[in-house]
């Protein structure tokens, strides 16, 4: 979960990490209010979930409130990636002597967490790293030992870093590692990180990325920032048809089915489990079929829950029918799935033979299911036929 | 013969009584597996099925030799649980329990895993086959279910999602190819084993002729994989299948597994199937190539 600019600076600041002084501003009065009290030229940013502000014109300077309130009003007013911005933030324009860059991440392949310096910073890490492979210092550290400020210090060496420029780096990057490690992130960001010219190093940008699954445990610090649980920050905001999904999954805690993502075609897609969908949906579009949605039940979820999805799904404009396409499956029940979905399909008021392209969930339980689904008329298959095929069938006969 | 486990691996299963745990051991049994004992602390003096559950597991393994243990305990227990099954002397570590360890966890798990000299599958993984001898997890389903998707042979399967490891063990099935052993890797960003660090066991089994792998956007997995193939001049053909080539036009957005999204190019389908080409990897276009793609390159 992705955090925006203004929050990663709210956090980095709970840990004593310098930044400039500022704050956010919803209007252009407030961006005025704001440049008046600091004083002096600000910098004004768009808060959006994206990278690239700069070249989309989402940052701006100003030199007087006047000014400031003028830049406000245009940032807020600018989509950025299809975001319009929450807010804007407005801090002080620091005097920068160099910037560097400090991050921490997991290496998937060494499976520990991994720190990253460059002495060039303020742009993308990794074309630093192709181009300047001597400017990228990265170390490795264990998740078992405590991190302590020798091994920040053996880092910034290896650059060349010394004298107080070498205190206080290892000051920021060990306070960057302790919100690394106490908010379960996997990725924690300074770039740039400023040194001005009075020798004090100041955070201008920042990323952090928090563990999805450890949203739960850091409720109190999500509350704290007035990020709401049903806000999932992905690469765009969930829409009304995807958030009434999660409502589906919520129903009971039997199995996943409702994690949906919308798509407009004519197809719905009752598909699973994990990389199932992934497959399936290849399938479908493939062979030119276009989906109205993704979504991977599995877990063995209850017929109520396979039941309300159906029903999610059917009562999208413009979907014509229903592919119900599995792998062969192990713990969820193929005969519990066709109850729910003919279920779902009978109280929409449509006809399971109609409604269903097609029905291929192979595996335990398959033979209860195919006499369910024989007494509907629905076309079903077995292993016999491929996922692919199936997917094929489904788009024929929906259309497209 | 099979890699990681055979007809003499011994094993526990850790949360041996939470309700899908009780199905798997029900499952294993029934496929010959031997379970040597569950754990489930304040349940000791139980049984599930005729296996002794025991309140740790230090009371199974001071009395026998345990080669491995299933760990299904919810999320929040699963590091406990895997650092108690590692201190106790068990080399490998079948970790079921899927959403919630944060990498932080596992990243401690798979260490401490190091130093013990262990290893570990998963997290969130159905575990390991060898069929016709032994299976360590859920993988396949009730036995009448995994007989007739797995049958023993030569093709080693490696899977970053439970379900595909069954699809595409059960089209080889059907073509008349058996598996070796069939291993669940797990959909984590972070999993105790990846395909590059399997495939010594699986070159080292004079019984494998060639390996199947399932793949997903997201991770440096493949680009490992490929790596190692071009370092260690295998001999093992290999033939993969690559999901969710729609997700390359949709940066940001998580599907399927955890470890599934596209944060930067080396994450997309494209730039996998390319390294996977670039090596030497034949990449199918649908399940059911598999098969002709195996015969092609095993004449």
Same mark, same amino acid.
């Given at each position: 979960?992705?955090?925006?600019?203004?929050?990663?600076?709210?956090?980095?600041?709970?840990?004593?990490?310098?930044?400039?002084?500022?704050?956010?501003?919803?209007?252009?009065?407030?961006?005025?209010?704001?440049?008046?009290?600091?004083?002096?030229?600000?910098?004004?940013?768009?808060?959006?979930?994206?990278?690239?502000?700069?070249?989309?014109?989402?940052?701006?300077?100003?030199?007087?409130?006047?000014?400031?309130?003028?830049?406000?009003?245009?940032?807020?007013?600018?989509?950025?990636?299809?975001?319009?911005?929450?807010?804007?933030?407005?801090?002080?324009?620091?005097?920068?002597?160099?910037?560097?860059? /400090?991050?921490?991440?997991?290496?998937?392949?060494?499976?520990?967490?991994?720190?990253?310096?460059?002495?060039?910073?303020?742009?993308?890490?990794?074309?630093?790293?192709?181009?300047?492979?001597?400017?990228?210092?990265?170390?490795?550290?264990?998740?078992?030992?405590?991190?302590?400020?020798?091994?920040?210090?053996?880092?910034?060496?290896?650059?060349?870093?010394?004298?107080?420029?070498?205190?206080?780096?290892?000051?920021?990057?060990?306070?960057?590692?302790?919100?690394?490690?106490?908010?379960?992130?996997?990725?924690?960001?300074?770039?740039?990180?400023?040194?001005?010219?009075?020798?004090?190093?100041?955070?201008?940008?920042?990323?952090?990325?928090?563990?999805?699954?450890?949203?739960?445990?850091?409720?109190?610090? /999500?509350?704290?920032?007035?990020?709401?649980?049903?806000?999932?920050?992905?690469?765009?905001?969930?829409?009304?048809?995807?958030?009434?999904?999660?409502?589906?999954?919520?129903?009971?805690?039997?199995?996943?089915?409702?994690?949906?993502?919308?798509?407009?075609?004519?197809?719905?897609?009752?598909?699973?489990?994990?990389?199932?969908? /992934?497959?399936?949906?290849?399938?479908?579009?493939?062979?030119?079929?276009?989906?109205?949605?993704?979504?991977?039940?599995?877990?063995?979820?209850?017929?109520?829950?396979?039941?309300?999805?159906?029903?999610?799904?059917?009562?999208?404009?413009?979907?014509?029918?229903?592919?119900?396409?599995?792998?062969?499956?192990?713990?969820?029940?193929?005969?519990?799935?066709?109850?729910?979905?003919?279920?779902?399909?009978?109280?929409?008021?449509?006809?399971?033979?109609?409604?269903?392209?097609?029905?291929?969930?192979?595996?335990?339980?398959?033979?209860?299911?195919?006499?369910?689904?024989?007494?509907?008329?629905?076309?079903?298959?077995?292993?016999?036929?491929?996922?692919?095929?199936?997917?094929?069938?489904?788009?024929?006969?929906?259309?497209? | 013969?099979?890699?990681?486990?055979? #007809?003499?691996?011994?094993?526990?299963? &850790?949360?041996?009584?939470?309700?899908?745990?009780?199905?798997?051991?029900?499952?294993?049994?029934?496929?010959?597996?031997?379970? %040597?004992?569950?754990?489930?602390?304040?349940?000791?003096?139980?049984?599930?099925?005729?296996?002794? %559950?025991?309140?740790?597991?230090?009371?199974?393994?001071?009395?026998?030799?345990?080669?491995?243990?299933?760990?299904?305990?919810?999320? @929040?227990?699963?590091?406990? @649980?895997?650092?108690?099954?590692?201190?106790?002397?068990?080399?490998?570590?079948?970790?079921?329990?899927?959403?919630?360890?944060?990498?932080?966890?596992?990243?401690?798990?798979?260490?401490?895993?190091?130093?013990?000299?262990?290893?570990?599958?998963?997290?969130?993984?159905?575990?390991?086959?060898?069929?016709?001898?032994?299976?360590?997890?859920?993988?396949?389903?009730?036995?009448?279910?995994?007989? &007739?998707?797995?049958?023993?042979?030569?093709?080693?399967?490696?899977?970053?999602?439970?379900?595909?490891?069954?699809?595409?063990?059960?089209?080889?099935?059907?073509?008349?190819?058996? &598996?070796?052993?069939?291993? +669940?890797?797990?959909? $984590?960003?972070?999993?105790?084993?990846?395909?590059?660090?399997?495939?010594?066991?699986? #070159?080292?089994?004079? #019984?494998?002729?060639?390996?199947?792998?399932?793949?997903?956007?997201?991770?440096?997995?493949?680009? &490992?994989?490929?790596?190692?193939?071009?370092?260690?001049?295998?001999? !093992?053909?290999?033939?993969?299948?690559?999901?969710?080539?729609?997700? $390359?036009?949709?940066?940001?957005?998580?599907?399927?597994?955890?470890?599934?999204?596209?944060?930067?190019?080396?994450?997309?389908? +494209?730039?996998?199937?390319?390294?996977?080409? $670039?090596?030497?990897?034949?990449?199918?276009?649908?399940?059911?190539?598999?098969?002709?793609?195996?015969?092609?390159? !095993?004449?």
């Amino acid at each position: 979960m992705r955090f925006y600019e203004f929050e990663c600076k709210l956090l980095l600041a709970k840990q004593g990490v310098p930044l400039p002084h500022g704050g956010t501003a919803n209007n252009p009065e407030q961006a005025r209010q704001l440049a008046a009290e600091l004083r002096g030229p600000v910098v004004l940013k768009s808060q959006v979930l994206s990278g690239g502000r700069m070249k989309a014109g989402g940052v701006k300077f100003a030199d007087t409130p006047e000014e400031a309130a003028n830049a406000a009003a245009e940032i807020l007013e600018l989509p950025i990636r299809d975001q319009l911005p929450v807010c804007v933030s407005v801090e002080a324009k620091a005097a920068v002597a160099k910037e560097y860059y /400090l991050g921490v991440t997991y290496d998937a392949l060494a499976k520990k967490p991994v720190m990253i310096f460059s002495d060039m910073g303020g742009i993308d890490i990794e074309q630093v790293a192709e181009e300047h492979p001597g400017h990228v210092a990265k170390q490795h550290f264990s998740t078992l030992i405590p991190y302590t400020d020798f091994r920040a210090k053996e880092l910034l060496a290896s650059l060349g870093i010394t004298g107080g420029e070498l205190t206080a780096l290892t000051g920021v990057a060990t306070k960057l590692v302790r919100l690394f490690q106490q908010y379960d992130m996997t990725l924690a960001e300074i770039n740039p990180l400023g040194k001005l010219e009075d020798g004090s190093f100041v955070v201008l940008d920042c990323h952090l990325d928090m563990e999805d699954e450890a949203r739960e445990r850091h409720q109190a610090v /999500l509350d704290e920032l007035g990020i709401k649980p049903d806000e999932t920050r992905q690469g765009r905001p969930p829409t009304e048809f995807e958030i009434r999904g999660a409502q589906v999954d919520a129903v009971d805690h039997r199995g996943v089915a409702g994690r949906v993502v919308e798509f407009d075609g004519n197809l719905g897609l009752v598909i699973g489990a994990g990389g199932g969908s /992934l497959t399936i949906f290849d399938a479908v579009q493939k062979y030119g079929g276009k989906p109205a949605n993704y979504c991977e039940i599995g877990g063995n979820p209850s017929v109520n829950k396979a039941m309300e999805l159906t029903k999610l799904i059917l009562s999208k404009p413009g979907v014509d029918k229903i592919a119900v396409i599995m792998n062969v499956v192990s713990n969820t029940r193929a005969d519990i799935v066709a109850r729910g979905v003919i279920k779902g399909v009978v109280e929409s008021g449509h006809d399971p033979a109609q409604k269903i392209s097609i029905f291929r969930i192979p595996g335990s339980w398959e033979a209860d299911a195919f006499k369910i689904l024989g007494k509907y008329g629905v076309e079903y298959c077995d292993r016999s036929v491929s996922m692919s095929e199936a997917a094929r069938r489904a788009v024929e006969k929906t259309g497209t | 013969m099979s890699i990681l486990i055979d #007809e003499n691996t011994t094993f526990i299963i &850790q949360g041996i009584t939470g309700r899908e745990a009780v199905n798997m051991t029900r499952e294993c049994l029934d496929y010959g597996s031997k379970v %040597v004992g569950g754990v489930t602390p304040g349940r000791g003096g139980r049984d599930v099925y005729g296996v002794a %559950v025991y309140d740790t597991v230090r009371e199974i393994t001071s009395k026998e030799r345990v080669d491995g243990s299933v760990l299904t305990v919810p999320p @929040a227990f699963v590091r406990d @649980a895997a650092f108690e099954a590692l201190e106790n002397g068990i080399r490998l570590l079948v970790i079921v329990t899927e959403r919630v360890p944060p990498r932080a966890e596992v990243a401690q798990i798979v260490e401490f895993a190091d130093i013990k000299g262990a290893r570990i599958i998963g997290p969130n993984c159905l575990g390991i086959i060898s069929p016709g001898k032994s299976k360590m997890g859920g993988i396949g389903g009730p036995a009448a279910n995994t007989n &007739q998707a797995y049958r023993p042979g030569h093709i080693g399967v490696m899977s970053r999602s439970g379900g595909m490891a069954t699809e595409i063990s059960n089209s080889l099935t059907a073509a008349g190819f058996g &598996q070796s052993t069939t291993v +669940s890797i797990g959909g $984590d960003a972070i999993i105790g084993s990846t395909y590059a660090e399997l495939m010594p066991f699986f #070159e080292a089994d004079p #019984e494998t002729h060639a390996i199947v792998i399932y793949s997903e956007p997201g991770g440096p997995m493949e680009a &490992q994989l490929a790596e190692w193939v071009k370092a260690n001049n295998s001999r !093992l053909p290999i033939i993969a299948f690559m999901a969710g080539r729609f997700m $390359d036009a949709m940066p940001g957005m998580r599907f399927g597994h955890a470890g599934t999204i596209v944060e930067g190019k080396q994450d997309t389908a +494209s730039e996998k199937i390319r390294r996977l080409n $670039d090596a030497g990897i034949s990449v199918a276009e649908e399940i059911a190539q598999i098969p002709e793609l195996v015969k092609q390159r !095993l004449s």
